[in-house]
């Protein structure tokens, strides 16, 4: 157990759904990250918070937001669903900007249908 | 665009064999992690180095930084199947910018 929880860790859901993962940082953590990766490919950055505020911004689609909460968890919302979004979405999480390296949790493998 | 390159991009070999895989850039990183990341799981940090020079040593796995912190390196002595897996970089510039190695995966055949 890395101590960053992600759940579901499975998800099957139909073209033009929407969605939300859900993401608990290591205690004490105040970074959080979110990656996308599909298939044979590597792991695309998509958007970080710090302490409730975004701080960075990657390869993040208009239909895709996320969110931090006062209690440091992460939603990454997931909307108009596409075949395209079928991929492992990771969550990490890290104590500063990550010049340590991150926790990542196990992910959600979404299945778009 | 800053990149990692990896390399190589496969690698199958047997049992008790030496490997060595290369993460290069033309960025200059303040520290890169090495990361290992198995099948349906998320990556797990091995390394994190700082220092232009600097080697580690964790069990039958070295990690060096190159001289200029553009480059680094992971060398494994006598690998095992349980060393199977995709490894990743991950270099961190001044920015706080972290970027992700294109990866390298690792079979070990017993």
């Known amino acids: 157990d890395s101590g960053v929880t992600q759940t579901p860790k499975h998800l099957i859901t139909a073209t033009g759904q929407r969605v939300t993962l859900r993401c608990s940082p290591r205690?004490?953590?105040?970074?959080v990250y979110w990656y996308q990766q599909s298939l044979d490919q590597g792991l695309q950055f998509l958007i970080q918070y710090y302490n409730g505020e975004e701080r960075a911004k990657g390869n993040i689609l208009e239909r895709f937001s996320a969110q931090q909460f006062p209690d440091l968890h992460s939603e990454l919302n997931l909307s108009s669903l596409e075949l395209g979004d079928s991929a492992l979405y990771f969550c990490?999480?890290?104590?500063?900007?990550?010049?340590?390296?991150?926790?990542f949790g196990s992910g959600t493998r979404l299945t778009v249908v | 665009t800053q990149l990692l390159e990896q390399s190589p991009q496969f690698l199958s070999i047997q049992e008790g064999e030496n490997l060595t895989v290369y993460c290069n850039s033309s960025s200059v990183f303040s520290s890169l992690q090495w990361y290992r990341q198995e099948p349906g799981e998320g990556p797990v940090l091995l390394v994190t180095?700082?220092?232009?020079?600097e080697v580690k040593k964790l069990k039958r796995l070295t990690f060096q930084f190159g001289d200029a912190r553009k480059d680094s390196s992971l060398h494994i002595t006598a690998a095992q199947p349980g060393d199977t897996g995709l490894y990743l970089c991950?270099?961190?510039?001044?920015?706080?910018?972290?970027?992700f190695g294109t990866g390298t995966r690792l079979k070990v055949l017993a």
């Open positions: 991950a270099g961190v510039t001044g920015t706080y910018k972290y970027i």
């Open positions: 180095v700082v220092t232009g020079g």
């Open positions: 990490a999480s890290s104590v500063d900007g990550g010049a340590y390296g991150y926790t």
């Open positions: 205690s004490g953590d105040l970074s």
